[in-house]
């Protein structure tokens, strides 16, 4: 056996762990008494697997629809409330809750361990939905969107942290891919499901559906989850530092979603918000610093692996999140598009990104220098939004270019979630995840924030992004053609910094069987 097998074989926690904190984990280690009294249980079977991982899938694509089958059916919540002006807050309070809490659950599921964390992220999804459909007003509706934002928030970190818990680095890559699935599924599906229930059922249907899921998939998962080996570890929680944590998210959040609309972005208000959010990121970095057990810990987020793993894989969701914000309106003014066309023109951005990470996951199982395939599909992806960039292309060729484009997108997601995962000890996974799943959040968030911004200078003050309706809105093709030039090239920038930051990322060899023959022993 030559020496790359031998540290394939090795467990994660002993192959992986960043150099700079090694030493900390090893006296973390004598203390883990969940895992080092615990007796040894038998491995999973297959379908045990299999049955764990359609549960999470099923956790997931919950999470994943919430986001998106709301919008739809906003008109028709606002004229049964007969109020419009805090409408945008159903969508907002989700957004906040789910962001600020993704580190949270990350670190809990570390301590007090995934079985407890996945109940109780989805019995308060399913408690916000069931007070969401039932509510009176609109502001009910908003605090229990907010209720059901923590659930689908805590979900995110936790389920890829069960997946890590289950599945080993190598395999981990293709399982991944599933869940690009999901997120696309529901990307596409939220909106339809969301209008058809509003007009065709009643909007309540659009969160009264949710129950039903969210039980099948704790039925599914919960008597499974006494199997899967327990790697988290219980100390002390310090909540000062987590409340700090969500608090700079929430601002941030707030400055990214007024700024520019409810605000203007040099107004008093959001210069107020941005010195604290500042100033709360600021206090946070020192208590963590300082504390004896942080909630985050600083050093988990050093070293050659973890960092450019998140940046990249934060570059490439801001990237495809903001280029399906956007790309609507484009179709829109410059093709003659309908809505509902705009819409499935936005298909092969979706589904070809899966693609992209389906063939990364399998090559990454098979793979030594699993890291190539993301360096040779990011850089083709900025190669191909800088064609975008320079040319003006008729639909059918924006479509194809678009469609190659989000293949060599896709590619970073597998390689970036499990080369950051593998960097850490197994009783971090869960931290580093729920700060990856945070980070990515706020990326994706910052970066429809400043392609809006990139169109209304380009565009003129005057316009307003948020209330066009299809081709009859004034704006010349002409100008949308030279306006979404600075997009592309915005959106090929970030490709270039993910496929640099893949580049510059340390290649550590991964846990588990890397052959079908050693997979078979």
């Known amino acids: ?43 999973l079977s297959p379908d045990e697997v299999r049955t764990i991982l359609m549960s999470l899938l099923l956790t997931m694509f919950l999470a994943a629809l919430d986001q998106t089958i709301v919008a739809t059916a906003l008109p028709t919540i606002g004229r049964q409330f007969n109020e419009f002006g805090n409408l945008s807050w159903v969508i907002t309070a989700y957004l906040l809750a789910s962001t ?41 509706l908003i605090i229990a969107r907010g209720l059901q934002g923590l659930g689908g928030g805590g979900i995110m970190p936790v389920v890829q942290t069960v997946i890590s818990d289950v599945v080993s680095p190598r395999e981990r890559g293709r399982y991944q891919a599933y869940f690009s699935g999901v997120w696309m599924a529901a990307g596409l599906l939220g ?34 989850m006494g199997k899967i080996p ?36 040099l107004s008093p208000a959001i210069m107020a918000m941005i010195g604290a959010a500042v100033a709360l990121a600021f206090g946070f970095v020192w208590h963590a610093r300082n504390a004896e057990e942080p909630f985050l810990p600083l050093p988990l987020l050093g070293g050659t692996v973890v960092p450019y793993a998140m940046v990249a894989g934060g570059c490439a969701l801001g990237a495809i999140t903001a280029l399906t914000v956007h790309l609507p309106l484009y179709y829109e003014v410059v093709y003659g598009l309908t809505a509902s066309e705009a819409g499935l023109a936005l298909i092969p951005l979706a589904a070809v990104s899966t693609c992209g990470a389906a063939i990364a996951g399998r090559t990454m199982a098979r793979a030594r220098h699993y890291k190539r395939v993301a360096i040779a599909g ?37 390689v970036s979630v499990v080369s950051l995962q593998n960097a850490v000890a197994r009783a971090q996974i869960g931290t580093v995840t729920g700060a990856m799943n945070f980070f990515r959040s706020l990326m994706s968030s910052f970066m429809v924030a400043v392609f809006s911004a990139i169109l209304l200078m380009a565009l003129g003050a005057g316009i307003s992004l948020g209330e066009h309706r299809g081709p009859a809105n004034a704006i010349p093709a002409a100008d949308m053609i030279n306006a979404f030039r600075y997009v592309f090239g915005a959106a090929t920038a970030l490709l270039a910094c993910a496929a640099l930051c893949i580049i510059l990322m340390e290649e550590r060899p991964l846990a588990g069987p890397s052959t079908p023959a050693e997979r078979a022993e």
């Open 100 to 140: 600020a809490v993704a580190p949270v659950f990350g670190t809990l599921s570390d301590i007090y361990g995934r079985r407890v964390m996945i109940t109780v992220s989805l019995a308060l999804f399913t408690v916000g939905s069931i007070l969401c459909a039932v509510a009176p007003n609109l502001t009910v």
């Open 191 to 224: 909106p339809v499901l969301g209008g058809v229930f509003a007009e065709h059922l009643h909007w309540s249907m659009i969160f009264w559906i949710n129950v039903p899921l969210a039980l099948g998939a704790l039925v599914l998962l919960l008597p499974k």
């Open 1 to 43: 056996m030559n020496e790359h097998e031998r540290q394939s074989r090795q467990p994660a926690d002993q192959a992986t762990l960043p150099d700079d904190i090694g030493e900390e984990l090893s006296h973390i280690a004598t203390e883990v008494i969940d895992i080092s009294d615990a007796p040894p249980r038998a491995p």
């Open 230 to 265: 327990v790697f988290h570890r219980r100390r002390k929680v310090d909540w000062f530092g987590g409340v700090l944590l969500m608090a700079s998210a929430v601002v941030v959040m707030l400055v990214l979603s007024w700024g520019g609309n409810r605000y203007a972005w």
């Open 378 to 414: 990011t850089s083709a992806a900025a190669i191909f939004g800088a064609v975008l960039t320079v040319t003006t292309l008729p639909l059918w060729g924006l479509l194809i270019l678009m469609s190659l484009f989000a293949l060599g997108l896709g590619t970073t997601f597998p």
